[in-house]
């Protein structure tokens, strides 16, 4: 009998697979949606900056004046002790919380939220960041750094800034162990093994006869777990003409 394949002991959801959330520091949100975020303005200070083992761009911890607190993404350039503030009212500078539809058209932007006080949703991670390209009264055309385009309510908050830590990928890794522990921080798998380098009772690609599939690479929707891998239920094959 052949040993389970990756998808199943993925599927499965062992240590190896989960998230480490009790390292986290915690959520990283936008204040609650009040009556402040919509007609108002609330300062706070920047209490310290941390480096989060679940995401890639350093946090900021903020304490506002009323006593609220929350870890936001940290931009380019803020520092302990700045001031800062949230709220239709604040004023468009690298940190402050703000409604999209007070952004003038190309101004930089990050930690976007989908929806007005679902905290943010887009460029998230380190050094990224999105432009606003269009404006009308009822959605505001953003860009990412990737150039896809999206389409949002001007009620939608956004930071100020592009996020820090765009230099993270600059650094060279040079050997593979720096890998693992950077991978083992997030809890995950590495290194990963090709399915034609394994042997046969691990993966059905596998054999000791050269790194080759020897059969073919599609396979049916109805076929068991341990036999879905390659092609899976393809409509069709090869390259596209």
Do not use: W
């Not at 350093?58 to 520092?79: C, V």
């Not at 050997?175 to 399915?195: D, I, Q, R």
């Not at 080759?212 to 003409?241: E, L, N, Y």
């Amino acid at each position: 009998m052949g040993k389970r394949i990756l998808s199943q002991r993925r599927g499965r959801g062992t240590s190896t697979y989960r998230a480490p959330s009790h390292r986290y520091f915690g959520k990283v949100t936008h204040r609650a949606y009040d009556e402040i975020e919509k007609t108002g303005l609330l300062e706070g200070t920047v209490k310290d900056l941390i480096n989060c083992p679940g995401h890639s761009a350093p946090l900021a911890a903020i304490e506002y004046d009323n006593g609220d607190k929350i870890l936001m993404f940290a931009p380019q350039g803020i520092h302990t002790g700045q001031r800062i503030s949230s709220g239709a009212k604040s004023e468009i500078k690298i940190g402050n919380t703000v409604p999209i539809k007070k952004i003038p058209v190309g101004m930089i932007i990050n930690n976007i939220e989908s929806k007005a006080g679902d905290g943010g949703k887009f460029s998230r991670a380190a050094g990224s960041f999105a432009k606003v390209i269009a404006k009308t009264d009822k959605k505001i055309t953003i860009e990412f750094s990737s150039k896809k385009k999206k389409k949002i309510t001007p009620e939608c908050r956004v930071v100020v800034g592009i996020l820090a830590g765009s230099g993270r990928k600059e650094k060279p890794i040079l050997k593979a162990g720096n890998m693992s522990k950077m991978k083992k921080a997030k809890n995950k798998l590495y290194p990963v093994t090709s399915g034609v380098a394994m042997n046969a009772v691990d993966h059905p690609f596998g054999s000791g006869r050269g790194r080759h599939m020897g059969k073919p690479r599609t396979v049916s929707r109805h076929a068991p777990p341990g036999r879905k891998v390659g092609s899976i239920a393809s409509r069709k094959t090869g390259k596209k003409k």
